[in-house]
C-alpha cells in the first residue's frame, strides 16, 4: 500500500511542477525545491524501511547455553494447540547458527519419524503429521523467482499448513509476511542467542502461548 506508489509519485513531484513564473512562492506558502527535495527523501526512506523491514509486533529474546534449550524451546511450540493449522516461520542465521537443528527438533516433537533431511538441495521436504501439512522450506540455493510458482511454492502458502524456512531473505520477494521472524546467532561454543519476532496477530498470540 505504502510500498507501492509512494516513492514514484514524490518522485515525479520535481522543480518543474513549480511555476518559475509565480514570482508569490514565499516559504510560507510552498516550500522551496530544497525543503520539498528533503521531504521526498524523506518518504522514499519511509517507504524502504517498510519495504525491508516489517513492523515487529513483539520480540522475545531467547538464550539457549545449549542444544537442549533449543529442544525444549521447540517441544513447547509444538504442545501449542495454535501452531496449527496454519503458522509460518523464518528463521534467519548464518550457516551453522541452528535453523535446520531447530526445525528438526520441533518436527521431532511433533510426531515426524526417522531421518529429517535438510532441504538445502530439494528447496522443499514435505511431511504430514496427525492432518497437519508441514512444509520445511531452504531457499540458500534459490535464485529464480520464476521457480516459486512453477515448483508450487506458492500453492504451499495460498494453503494452510506449518512453514518453516530458512533464508528467507533469498525469497524476500515472493514470500508472504512471516508470523514469526526468528533471528539466530551462535555465541560461542553451544550457545545461541535468538530473537523471537511477532510479524502478525497470530504470531504475538503463539508468543503470548509460550510464556
Ligand atoms: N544451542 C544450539 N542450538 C541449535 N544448534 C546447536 C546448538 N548448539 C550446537 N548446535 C549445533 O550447531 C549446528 C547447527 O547447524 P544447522 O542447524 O545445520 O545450522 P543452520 O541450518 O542454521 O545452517 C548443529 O550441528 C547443532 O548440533
Ligand atoms: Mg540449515
Not at 541452528?98 to 526417522?114: C, S
Request: contains cysteine.
Amino acid at each position: 500500500m505504502l510500498a507501492g506508489g509512494q516513492p514514484g509519485s514524490q518522485a515525479r513531484l520535481g522543480a518543474g511542477q513549480i511555476d518559475p513564473g509565480n514570482t508569490d512562492l514565499g516559504e510560507s506558502k510552498l516550500p522551496g525545491p530544497a525543503a520539498q527535495f528533503a521531504e521526498q527523501l524523506r518518504a522514499v526512506d519511509r517507504s524502504m524501511v517498510l519495504l525491508t523491514h516489517p513492523p515487529i509486533l513483539e520480540t522475545r529474546r531467547l538464550d539457549w547455553p545449549d542444544e537442549a534449550a533449543c529442544a525444549a524451546f521447540a517441544r513447547r511450540l509444538a504442545a501449542l494447540p495454535s501452531l496449527r493449522p496454519d503458522t509460518f516461520i523464518a528463521l534467519e542465521g548464518l550457516l551453522g547458527a541452528g535453523k535446520t537443528t531447530f526445525v528438526r527438533h520441533l518436527l521431532r516433537a511433533l510426531g515426524v519419524p526417522g531421518r529429517i533431511k535438510s532441504p538445502t538441495f530439494a528447496v522443499l521436504e514435505p511431511y504430514e503429521v496427525d492432518g497437519l501439512v508441514v512444509s520445511h522450506f531452504d531457499f540458500y540455493r534459490f535464485e529464480d523467482a520464476r521457480e516459486w510458482a512453477d515448483a508450487g511454492f506458492r500453492d504451499v502458502f495460498a494453503a494452510p499448513g506449518l512453514k518453516l524456512v530458512e533464508w528467507p531473505e533469498n525469497a524476500a520477494s515472493v514470500l508472504p509476511l512471516a508470523d514469526w521472524q526468528m533471528e539466530l546467532a551462535a555465541l560461542d561454543g553451544d550457545r545461541r542467542r535468538v530473537s523471537v519476532n511477532a510479524l502478525t496477530d497470530h504470531g504475538q498470540r503463539l508468543l503470548a502461548g509460550m510464556a
